[in-house]
Every structure is written in structure tokens, then in C-alpha cells.
């Protein structure tokens, strides 16, 4: 067997698990794909409808977290639990 040969037929396997990993990578990918989506809820705290910014999973299509709301004027001070994600919030 010649050396080129025998280097072919080692790499045979470690190309397949860089495949493998390629294409496990791409489908974390996928599914870690979110989108901003708005809509109006009515808040747990205010008990106002309030516009709010929720992040959501593309592939799930679960609202996962709160981007911005109108109860709080920073996204930084969001400190609510976020109850406003098990709603089933209005298409706006």
C-alpha cells in the first residue's frame, strides 16, 4: 500500500466526524433562531394592556422572554417574573 493511500484511509473517519459536527452545528443553528415579536397584553401588575416586545423561538414558536414592555421604561429593569409569557397575548 503506498503512504498516500494509507494517510486517505486514516482521514477517512475524521472527515466524516467533521461532517458530523458540521452539521450538528447547523442544526443547533436552527433551532436557537429567535425573532422580536409584539403584542399587546394585559399586565399582571398593572392590570393595564400594555405593549411588549417578546422574544420568540422560530422553530418552537414559544415566547422564551420579554424584550421590552410598557410597564417598565428600561429593558434593563424588567424585574417582574415574566408571568405575561405563559399568556396567550392579542396578535397587534
Known amino acids: 500500500m503506498t503512504a498516500a493511500r494509507e494517510i486517505l484511509i486514516t482521514m477517512a473517519p475524521f472527515s466524516e466526524i467533521l461532517l ?10 436552527i433551532l436557537s433562531v429567535s425573532r422580536t415579536v409584539i403584542r399587546s397584553v ?6 393595564r394592556r400594555e405593549i411588549v416586545h417578546f ?14 414592555c410598557g410597564t417598565f421604561r428600561l429593558s434593563s429593569a424588567i424585574t417582574c417574573n415574566k408571568t405575561c409569557l405563559d399568556s396567550e397575548p392579542a396578535k397587534s
Not at 20 to 29: D, E, F, K
Not at 42 to 47: D, N, S, V
Open 20 to 29: 458530523l459536527g458540521a452539521v450538528l452545528l447547523l442544526l443547533l443553528a
Open 42 to 47: 394585559q399586565c399582571p401588575i398593572t392590570g
Open 55 to 68: 422574544q420568540q423561538a422560530i422553530v418552537r414558536g414559544r415566547f422564551f422572554d420579554v424584550k421590552r
